[in-house]
Nanobody, 123 residues
Framework: QVQLVESGGGFVQAGGSLRLSCAASGSILEIHVMGWYRQKPGKQRERVGQITNDGSTDYVDSVKGRFTISGDVAKKTWYLQMSNVKLEDAGVYYC?????????????????WGQGTQVTVSS
């Protein structure tokens, strides 16, 4: 089994900073992608950005220059550093990963998700 657990969500003032963490555990063989999605109230889930195991990153336009994703593949941990947070950044943030794992000697792959962490932004 694979588990992804987010932490670091909470309240932040507009213009402030917040760092989210995601830790993966379980029978993971290798991680290919580590990323973050978010879901704003009444909206569909959108991808915030991701980092691949070669260090390449990409972000949705609305967070470029403000959010940074970093990760440590060996530690199976990654982060979303949110700076100059805006009111419209509020929502539930989910970490995800594309990885390969073992199960009873079988090699499996796919996308896995955390349970989500709430980010609330006040003016």
């Amino acid at each position: 089994q694979v588990q992804l657990v987010e932490s670091g969500g909470g309240f932040v003032q507009a213009g402030g900073s917040l760092r989210l963490s995601c830790a993966a555990s379980g029978s993971i063989l290798e991680i290919h992608v580590m990323g973050w999605y978010r879901q704003k109230p009444g909206k569909q889930r959108e991808r915030v950005g991701q980092i691949t195991n070669d260090g390449s990153t990409d972000y949705v336009d609305s967070v470029k220059g403000r959010f940074t994703i970093s990760g440590d593949v060996a530690k199976k941990t990654w982060y979303l550093q949110m700076s100059n947070v805006k009111l419209e950044d509020a929502g539930v943030y989910y970490c995800y990963s594309i990885l390969r794992r073992t199960s009873g000697g079988t090699l499996l792959g796919g996308a896995y998700w955390g349970q989500g962490t709430q980010v609330t932004v006040s003016s």
